[in-house]
């Protein structure tokens, strides 16, 4: 089975990226499956259904979102296998900027749009940095010169990186990225693969459910900021 | 050059003589939070002052930092193949329409070219217009496939391209960006890495202006340009800015400005020029046009001379649409007599 992960802010589009994608893939209905990591809701196993994609929806709810994709990507792996799938995407949100599900030698790709501003590639981290394929959508909606400027932006940050520019709504561009989901790797396994990235340090008393403030309060791993005099 | 061309410069020269040569790298550094380091010293040797921790959160230590700059500028240098295209001509070879019926065609189009589609809506003009995108080699659900300079393109060029092959145009498109026009410009010239940024935002800037009907400054906001403001802005910039060899305009007939300046200008670029359009004016003043019918090209018709005097007639009537439009504009009566006398003149 072939295992691709999807990342990028919420409401980047990458419902419908992968969606278009997967038709665009021409396999047989139930070979392309869909595990999507969401942090509180999701609507998105809606229309994954409509479009008849097997889908697992997992909420990570009060733990790191990072550390939640890691501890259950084996099992959605096991479970893509089970279905038969030729192909399993993932499929996450870059909740707090830190984060980036992606894994050494598994195809990684990052979803963002042209409208969250022309700064925002330098903002988003190591989930555009560590990308094999940055997907820039709405470019339908946007001067030619701002998708320039914004494909430099993404270069900038992420100089190795293929940018494919993709229209979430008729599918235009998705021919380039089903070629490079093809020619994903195939996997049986993820036991003992690496993270691209390492995770957000964590363990504190907040992390265990503290919400008192104060220096009494705080245990564990801490950073503290410097402020001028 | 390569990453490991860039190697001796980056290891041998300070901070600030590197960033006199290649401004790029101050951005490098801020993209890295290292806006602060001692320009002064060579990029390794200034490193030693900076926490490793920092270094970390970006995923990097302090050797493979200067390997990434390296590359970095790679990535950005001239020669780089994610370069622009050069292309002498596109070549659509004819796959086959909805019905699986032959196209039956080969067209080539050189760069100056303007070639019109016209079609209902929904019968696969923005189809063709990606195959030529993804330089379709019959594996797109047309068929169709599409020579670069005479030549199948190789696969490196067709997915690993750092240039887009077309530049889209489209009466929906807009600015977003809250920067003023020169700003605005200025930002685009930068990321095209062009040497004389002031020359070209002043040409970009007057041209836009003459495609216009009511002037703007250098100073007005892009987002408070007025559609045909914003669409001029857009065209020109294009022409004059963009990498892309191929533009593709889509229905630019209702913007509000001179149309026959806008393509004259965008082809005079050498460019290929794509637009779909319901204009006569446009379409006639094409050098060719594609029929599109049910998915398919049902022919390409080379405008004729006996289409191009219909042409005179056509920007005559044109004429006087325009003009009405700037009567109401300054707030004039639309007599009755007054088209007659128009028609008449």
Sequence with gaps: MKLVTVAGPPSSGKTSVIIKTISALGLPEGKVGVVKFDS????????????KIPVQTGFAGKICPDHFFVSNIEDAVSWGKRKGLSLM????????????????????????????????PRKIGPMLKYADIVVVTKGDIVSQAEREVFAFNIKEVNSQAKIIFING?????????????????????????????????????YCTGETRIGDYYQMGMLKRMEFDE | MSAYGFSDEVTGMTLKALIEKYPLVSDYLAN???????????????LLDVDPDMLEEFGLDSESIVL????????????????????????????????????????????????????PTGSGKSRLLEDIECMAQEDTPTKRKILINGNVPDESQRFDTGVKLVAQLSQTMNFVMDLTVREFLEMHAKSRLVTDVDGVVKKCFECANSLAGEKFTPDTKVTQLSG?????????????????????????????IDRREAIKLLSGNEKVILMSTHD?????????????????????????????KNLIQIEKLDNILLSLRNSLRHGDIISSGMIDSMINR
């Design chain 2, 228 to 256: 045909g403001q914003s669409r001029a802005l857009m065209i020109a910039d294009t022409a004059l800015m963009s990498a892309s060899p191929v533009i593709l305009i889509d229905e630019i007939e209702n913007a509000g």
């Design chain 1, 89 to 120: 995407i993932t499929e996450s949100a870059g909740l707090c900027n830190r984060c980036s599900p992606y894994i050494k030698g598994i195809l990684s790709v990052c979803v963002i749009d042209n409208l969250s501003g022309v700064n925002t």
């Design chain 1, 40 to 51: 509180l809701t999701s609507f998105d196993h809606i229309r994954y259904g409509e479009n």
């Design chain 2, 32 to 46: 890295h939070r290292l806006n602060e380091i001692d320009l002064s010293k060579a990029f390794s040797d200034a």
């Design chain 1, 169 to 205: 709504i008729t599918g235009q561009g998705t021919f380039i990225l089903a070629k490079h989901f093809g020619e994903a790797t195939d996997i049986n396994t993820l036991k003992d693969r690496t993270l691209r990235f390492t995770m957000p340090a964590a363990i504190c008393s």
């Design chain 2, 68 to 119: 990434n700059l390296c590359t970095f500028l790679d990535s950005f240098s001239p020669d780089s193949k994610s370069g622009a295209f050069v292309i002498s001509s596109i070549t659509i070879i004819g796959g086959q329409n909805k019905s699986g019926e032959a196209e039956n065609l080969s067209l080539t189009i050189k760069p100056g070219e303007i070639i019109s589609i016209v079609g």
């Design chain 2, 280 to 308: 006569p004016l446009l379409a006639l003043f094409a050098d060719k046009r594609i029929v599109i019918r049910n998915g398919g090209i049902a022919k390409v018709i080379v405008t004729t001379d006996d289409e191009r």
